[in-house]
Nanobody
Framework: QVQLVETGGGLVQAGGSLRLSCAAS??????MAWFRQAPGADREFVAA????????YYADSVTGRFSISRENTKNTMTLQMSSLKPEDAAVYYC???????????????????WGQGTQVTVSS
């Protein structure tokens, strides 16, 4: 299996920026994504990016503020976050999947590989 490790989380004031990175060991994943989970809440979709076309998808809540990218050869993925809001505070998880999926970019059930998560805290 592919193993994923997230880095870059921390404390930032509202309106600030953070850059999260995900490093993958083993094979390069196909579609990869970022999810987030606040205390007591369900894990929710943030952004996704495909392998062959680099097509990106974003949750409505982050469109225009977050940018997802990947470097397939180096097995890395990045989430650049700007104009952060208090409601963006959560543990952010890197997710990946193999070749036997089609669509379903927004669903937790469509991903096989998960990182341990990195904490993002946004203060007012």
């Amino acid at each position: 299996q592919v193993q994923l490790v997230e880095t870059g989380g921390g404390l930032v004031q509202a309106g600030g920026s953070l850059r999260l990175s995900c490093a993958a060991s083993g094979r390069t994943s196909y579609t990869m994504a970022w999810f987030r989970q606040a205390p007591g809440a369900d894990r929710e979709f943030v952004a996704a990016i495909t392998r062959n076309t680099d097509t990106t998808y974003y949750a409505d809540s982050v469109t225009g503020r977050f940018s997802i990218s990947r470097e397939n050869t180096k097995n890395t993925m990045t989430l650049q976050m700007s104009s952060l809001k208090p409601e963006d505070a959560a543990v952010y998880y890197c997710a990946g999947r193999g070749p036997n999926y089609s669509g379903g970019y927004f669903s937790l059930k469509q991903y096989d590989f998960w990182g341990q998560g990195t904490q993002v805290t946004v203060s007012s």
